[in-house]
């Protein structure tokens, strides 16, 4: 049995690179795996279900596929958090919620998108509790596709402008709050990304000994985690 985790795909049409190396991990390395998690961010932007462009399709089908032989379960991000169960029926894949616990090879494992994680950027925070409520999704998702698409590429463009402006440390997560949800769910290993700050991270504090490992975003470098009984490792390859 083997599990892999990747996030931050942030597929959109403009980068057909991504989409193609995506696929071709899909047919190389995810159908030797029993279990896909797809931990946020596949998408750029998700303005809705009903977004029907070819390039959705193209996804659709190349995640039906995959789904032939491997389980692939998604957890929403900040970026496609409105992704729902049309779009989840379609494909097969399963949606988890955030955080979510698993057991995997008998040991503890929490599995964040890794925003939750970031709380001392706290205008984030508020905007993501209040983008998470059912009257904000439904006032969005009632508008026509062109107006949905318009309000997104505005939304990430103030986002671009106020990300230049914070403190680097503001957009990692929180030291104290990785420790805080590790003690809660009583994990020996937490795996995220959002971040993009790929690594490993050992920790030992409060008589708490546990791994961190933070997947890195899909741009010049595909990132993923293979576990399987013997091991569990970060690992990436080029994007051409």
């Given at each position: 049995m083997a599990y892999c985790f990747i996030s931050d795909l942030h597929l959109h049409e403009g980068r057909q690179d991504l989409k193609r190396a995506f696929f071709s991990f899909l047919e190389e390395k995810v159908t030797k795996a029993d279990k896909l998690y797809i931990l946020g961010d596949l998408f750029e932007t998700w303005i809705g279900d009903d977004d029907n462009s070819p390039f959705v399709a193209e996804v659709i089908d190349a995640l039906q596929k995959a789904n032939n032989s491997t389980e692939i379960f998604f957890m929403h991000g900040n970026r496609d958090f409105l992704l729902g169960k049309d779009f989840s029926s379609l494909t097969g894949m399963q949606i988890i919620t955030d955080p979510s616990y698993e057991k995997m090879f008998n040991q503890p494992v929490l599995l964040m998108h890794g925003d939750l994680l970031c709380v001392d950027d706290v205008d984030y925070q508020e905007f993501r509790n209040t983008s998470r409520t059912p009257q904000w999704k439904d006032d969005f998702l009632s508008k026509s596709l062109s107006e949905r698409k318009e309000i997104a590429q505005n939304l990430r463009e103030i986002s671009k402008q106020a990300t230049g402006k914070k403190r680097e440390e503001i957009m990692d997560v929180s030291q104290e709050e990785v420790i805080k949800v590790i003690k809660e769910h009583s994990v020996s290993l937490l795996i995220h990304g959002h971040t993009h700050r790929p690594n490993t991270h050992e920790i030992a504090t409060d008589n708490l000994s546990a791994k961190r490992?933070?997947?890195?975003?899909?741009?010049?470098?595909?990132?993923?985690?293979?576990?399987?009984?013997n091991s569990c490792e970060l690992r990436k390859f080029s994007i051409f």
């Open positions: 490992i933070v997947l890195g975003d899909w741009d010049k470098h595909g990132w993923y985690i293979w576990m399987d009984s």
